[in-house]
Nanobody
Framework: QVHLKESGGGLVQPGGSLRLSCVVSGFTLDYNARAWFRQAPGKEREGVACINRADGSTDYAEFVKGRFTISRDNAKNTVYLHMNNLKPEDTGVYYC????????????????????????WGQGTQVTVSS
């Protein structure tokens, strides 16, 4: 089992930027796929971006392509989400998720709801985009 802790959320104006961090602690070697999800009030949790610890390959939701970048630092067991050109519709609670399946490589991670392959979650960090 692993523990995930998100940080970096906050209030930002439209067009602004934020960087979210997710520290993964515990027995992490088998946890290959790590991803960011978000949930707006009254909506289902949706995938934002996913990255594979093993080879660094990534997948993004269409609505963030060109604006968000997911990255990892394996030495620090940390996954980042760099968010640029934020829009009010990006507002929500952002969650970090990880899969304990070592051969799972982000397939279907951008689906709604998230695939059951993601079995460890953080508590979330609030992102509010408003003027």
């Amino acid at each position: 089992q692993v523990h995930l802790k998100e940080s970096g959320g906050g209030l930002v104006q439209p067009g602004g930027s934020l960087r979210l961090s997710c520290v993964v602690s515990g027995f992490t070697l088998d946890y290959n796929a790590r991803a960011w999800f978000r949930q707006a009030p009254g909506k289902e949790r949706e995938g934002v971006a996913c990255i594979n610890r093993a080879d660094g390959s990534t997948d993004y939701a269409e609505f963030v392509k060109g604006r968000f970048t997911i990255s990892r630092d394996n030495a620090k067991n940390t996954v980042y989400l760099h968010m640029n050109n934020l829009k009010p519709e990006d507002t929500g609670v952002y969650y970090c998720g990880a899969s304990s399946e070592p051969m799972y490589y982000c397939e279907g991670a951008m689906g709604v709801p998230p695939p059951p392959d993601f079995d460890s979650w953080g508590q979330g960090t609030q992102v509010t985009v408003s003027s």
